[in-house]
């Protein structure tokens, strides 16, 4: 590198600080007389033991500072200038210390000299800094190039001499994704119990589930699956950890965030989004954020955000208290290209290539109170609320990025609230619009349906029968075109079923069914579609109806008394129901077939958690699975005849069972008529010489026993004296 042959002097303010600071006059200070307490080494070894281990590479202390090249030649009437244009730079990344800008001067001309010191309070600022600006263009002329200070000492140890590199064995590592290949096609789940974390395999044909991986005190607050399976991330105290495998679950990486609160992965796994806040000591002052984003493989931060909460809240007045979770959110796909937060009247739309501001500049949305990203395309859904008294109408617009083109625009009016819903796909959003009557004394709910992947966008207003019926929950049909409701006032509220699609195709919203007085205030479709729970969480005490969309009928009732949370495995086959430490009481969880059959019950108390392990999605092509679906037939007889052998394999451990069980009572029959036998003369002299045991042979004899208890003596009156 040409930048290595420039001299490099060392900032002096940061020479000597230690002694400077001690008062120490170290040219007086006589280091052969200096005598260690016995036993103590402070530290440092003595030269006469042996070094066994290597020597290790000491940090020089420098790790915080980065230097900058290729920073504009100026005279020194406009030093100050150009230095606060590169403090506005760098200064947006971290701290800059005090006095921890330095810009060399030429002794002769005054000119700068091109470069400059930038100290940060830590190195993971600085580092952050020389990966974001490395390369940052100013202008035409001027292309930064940032060094590491301590760079320089590592480079000038490089030999001149080349020395060809050691080639040492390859050891493949883990597959990560081997848990996918399980030969039954069996799904993982995750709980927390106790002090314990658990993996188990989900096998429903033993009718229990089968352990894989415990460890006790793995996590301090939770655990999260990645967004595609691969990777169990764990929190801790100094930060967060994540760790892969099928059953081994070896750690893969350390994310150093201390006091780490929150987790967020990006939707392809390549990023993760740490969260942590900490309360100020002056009550006065506002409470302090830190979010990172961390590279997965390699755990690297690639920025950092710090601020106050209300920097961070979700809104556009920007000073709502406490803060929105995730505070980023990614933009639809694998490809983890894009991530937004909303602020002030704008959303700051970030690119990971560079992890800096796309085009260098926000979205301005006056007053943008929310927004979502379509689930598989880089479309951004937003609302800004009404404005100017009520002047200005309410609206959802729908931009392209990175182009930012408004790609539909609809006008609302008379609006209190406002919620989107997006279907799996990115086919449709669906827009619920709380809106006041003309009294203003109360509101009415209605949906604004969005056909996405159509010409020019088309939407379709939906109102329910009865406008005033409060709307409880909402659900897309996952990769489907349907979507159900539960609406009403009293405590059996209805549940209507929708489709985007018309029986004459005519591209109309049409109702499929309407069924009435439900116990559910929850809705929870298969991840395949086509078959949904109906639960009813909390107040309604974990009723559940599982329900056949296709045919429109009900297939199961069932409960599971005081459920809080309910979560269907990945490939829709089975369900999960948990009454977690929200009670005290009946903690554990169930786990039931796709049409409402229990398979087994596992009580744990203190119960924290059940997460089913994500399965990335199928690399068969639509056509293929669509085959499959119609040969189904075909494919299921493997299936069945797996399935007939596990029921002849779990009817022979049956009988097994029972005979063993048979084998182990008569085993305790007999011990106890030995151990009788043995007592047999013990049990005749109890019984007065009586040789039999039989209490046939006895022969019963009344007894009848007096006993004086008490004697008393009473004179008794009779009137007798008031006659005389």
């Not at 329910?464 to 159900?484: M, Q, S, V």
């Amino acid at each position: 590198m040409e930048t290595m042959e420039m001299p490099v002097p060392v900032p002096p303010h940061r020479l000597g600080n230690d002694i400077q600071q001690l008062n120490i006059d170290i040219s007086n200070v006589d280091l052969d007389s200096i005598q260690l307490p016995p036993g103590e080494d402070f530290g440092i070894k003595s030269d006469d033991e042996e070094e066994e281990e290597d020597s290790l590479e000491f940090e020089t202390g420098f790790g915080n500072i980065i230097v900058v090249y290729n920073l504009p030649v100026v005279p020194p009437e406009k030093c100050e200038k150009l230095e606060g244009v590169v403090r506005k730079i760098f200064g947006q990344i971290g701290t800059i210390r005090e006095r921890g800008l330095w810009m060399p001067i030429h002794p002769e001309t005054q000119k700068s000299q091109g470069y400059c010191f930038i100290e940060y309070n830590t190195p993971q600022e600085a580092q952050t800094a020389k990966d974001q600006t490395n390369g940052y263009k100013l202008d035409k002329s001027h292309i930064f190039a940032v060094n590491m200070f301590d760079d320089f000492d590592k480079y000038m140890k490089v030999s001149n001499e080349w020395i060809p590199p050691e080639t040492k064995a390859y050891t493949p590592g883990e597959n990560l994704q081997h848990w996918l290949t399980d030969e039954k096609g069996r799904d993982q789940f995750v709980i927390r119990a106790n002090t314990d974390t658990e993996v188990y395999w989900n096998d429903p044909r033993q009718l229990k589930p089968d352990l894989v991986y415990r460890r006790g005190y793995w996590t301090e607050s939770f655990v999260q699956w990645s967004s595609l399976g691969t990777y169990l991330a764990t929190m801790h105290r100094q930060g967060a950890a994540v760790w892969g495998g099928s059953t081994t679950f070896n750690r893969l990486m350390r994310f150093a965030h201390p006091q780490v609160k929150l987790i967020d992965f990006s939707p392809g796994e390549k990023f993760l989004v740490t969260y942590s806040s900490h309360e100020p000591i002056n009550p006065r002052d506002t409470q302090r954020v830190t979010l990172n984003i961390f590279e997965v493989r390699t755990g690297k931060v690639l920025r950092e955000f710090k601020g106050s909460a209300d920097d961070f809240a979700t809104g556009g007045t920007g000073g709502v208290a406490g803060v929105s979770w995730p505070v980023f959110r990614w933009a639809g796909g694998r490809d983890d290209k894009y991530f937004a937060r909303i602020g002030k009247n704008a959303i700051s739309v970030y690119e990971t290539d560079t992890m800096s501001l796309l085009d260098k500049k926000s979205l301005k949305v006056d007053n943008v109170m929310d927004f979502s990203w379509s689930p598989t395309d880089p479309i951004l859904a937003l609302f800004v609320p009404e404005g100017g008294g009520g002047n200005q109408p309410a609206k959802v617009s729908l931009v392209q990025i990175p182009g930012r083109e408004e790609l539909r625009q609809k006008n609302l009016f008379s609006v209190s609230d406002c919620k989107m819903y997006w279907q799996s796909n990115g086919d449709y959003l669906a827009v619920k619009v709380d809106r006041y009557t003309k009294t203003k004394k109360s509101t009415y709910t209605g949906f604004e349906l969005f056909r996405i992947k159509e010409r020019d966008i088309p939407i379709e207003v939906l109102e329910l029968e009865n406008k005033n019926d409060k709307i409880i929950a909402f659900a897309w049909e996952p990769k489907g075109h349907r979507f159900a409701i539960i609406h009403g006032d009293g405590p059996r509220p209805d549940v209507s079923f929708y489709s985007m699609r018309s029986p004459n195709n005519v591209g109309r919203v049409s109702k499929l069914a309407t069924i009435k007085g439900k116990q559910a205030n929850s809705l929870y479709w298969s991840p395949i579609g086509r078959f949904i729970i109906l639960a009813g969480l909390k107040t309604l005490n974990g009723l559940l109806e599982f329900y056949n969309v296709d045919e429109l009928e009900t297939m199961a009732t069932g409960e599971h008394f005081m459920a809080t949370d309910i979560e269907w495995d990945p490939t829709g086959r089975y369900a999960a129901t948990a009454v977690t430490t929200v009670h005290e009481m009946e903690n554990g969880f169930n786990i039931w077939s796709f049409n409402g059959k229990l398979l087994y019950r596992i009580p744990r108390d203190h119960f924290y958690q059940l997460l089913w392990r994500p399965r990335p999605p199928s690399l068969l092509s639509p056509e293929k699975e669509e085959e499959i679906s119609k040969n189904l037939r075909k494919y299921s007889k493997k299936y069945e005849a797996e399935d007939q052998d596990v029921s002849l394999l779990l009817s022979e451990q049956d009988r097994e069972k029972r005979k063993r069980l048979q084998e182990e009572w008569q085993g305790w029959v007999n011990e106890w008529k030995r151990f009788r036998e043995e007592e047999k003369l013990y049990r005749q002299e109890l019984r007065d010489g009586e040789p039999s045991d039989e209490e046939e042979e006895y022969e019963a004899e009344e007894v009848e026993v007096e006993e004086l208890l008490d004697v008393a003596e009473e004179i008794a009156s009779f009137g007798f004296e008031q006659m005389d």
